[in-house]
């Protein structure tokens, strides 16, 4: 069964360092999407990709947060430098197309910021 | 701007009951309302998917019901075991195709 895949796993930096996370979604899904979820509440949306372009990233921390979908497959996500307010899951989803489709989570990266 | 509420945060219920998961939700104007299981410390797991011209579906064990009227829908567990212990989140999609979560509701199943 086709999977969204997420590396790493876990990620521990000390404050200040760069950091970068790798989604690859299911084939053929053309809408990508990055959320933060801290222990205890919902996912919060990042960023929002329709094929290789940002559809929404209002929510994303720009002055230290980078995403890219360069070809439109896998994607990537930056932070520089990182806080210890960043420490989170940060999940990936993919799906065929932005409205009434089910959304596919990755199993996630769990970042520890020191 | 569509909230999504779950009530209660937390719930204890012994092995074998039947239970029910409460969202709410603001706005009605939303294409579905996914179900989502979540274990510690790991990512979602999608359970069930309501369109908004749909009123419920079912999946093992697992109903869910959707009333876009009141803004609600149940997650109605059958024969609880204690592998179903997790936590539940829903979520609703909006306008702009996007999923507004709840905080989801942390159940665990008593053996």
């Known amino acids: 069964e086709a999977e969204v895949a997420q590396s790493p796993r876990y990620k521990i930096t000390e404050k200040s360092q760069a950091v970068a996370f790798w989604c690859d979604p299911i084939?053929?899904?053309?809408?990508l999407y990055w959320y933060r979820q801290i222990l205890g509440q919902g996912p919060e949306l990042l960023v929002q990709?329709?094929?290789?372009?940002?559809?929404?990233d209002s929510q994303l921390p720009k002055d230290r947060f980078s995403a890219e979908r360069l070809k439109g497959v896998d994607s990537t996500l930056k932070i520089q430098p990182a806080e210890l307010g960043d420490s989170a899951m940060y999940l990936c989803?993919?799906?065929?197309?932005?409205?009434?489709?089910?959304?596919?989570f990755g199993p996630g990266t769990r970042l520890t910021v020191l | 701007k569509q909230e999504v509420t779950q009530i209660p945060a937390a719930l204890s219920v012994p092995e074998g009951e039947n239970l029910v998961l409460n969202c709410s939700f603001t706005?009605?104007?939303?294409?579905?309302l996914q179900w989502f299981r979540q274990d510690p410390g790991k990512g979602l797991t999608s359970l069930l998917l309501?369109?908004?011209s749909q009123r419920e579906q079912t999946s093992g064990r697992l109903n869910a019901s959707l009333d876009k009227s009141s803004g609600r829908s149940t997650l109605y567990i059958a024969a609880s075991q204690p592998g179903d212990s997790a936590t539940y989140l829903c979520?609703?999609?909006?306008?702009?195709?996007?999923?507004?979560w709840g905080a989801g509701t942390k159940l665990i199943i008593k053996p």
């Open positions: 989803a993919s799906t065929l197309s932005g409205k009434n489709n089910e959304q596919f």
């Open positions: 084939s053929g899904h053309a809408t």
């Open positions: 990709f329709q094929d290789e372009s940002v559809v929404d």
């Open positions: 706005d009605s104007a939303i294409y579905n």
């Open positions: 309501i369109q908004s």
């Open positions: 979520a609703a999609t909006d306008s702009n195709y996007q999923l507004i």
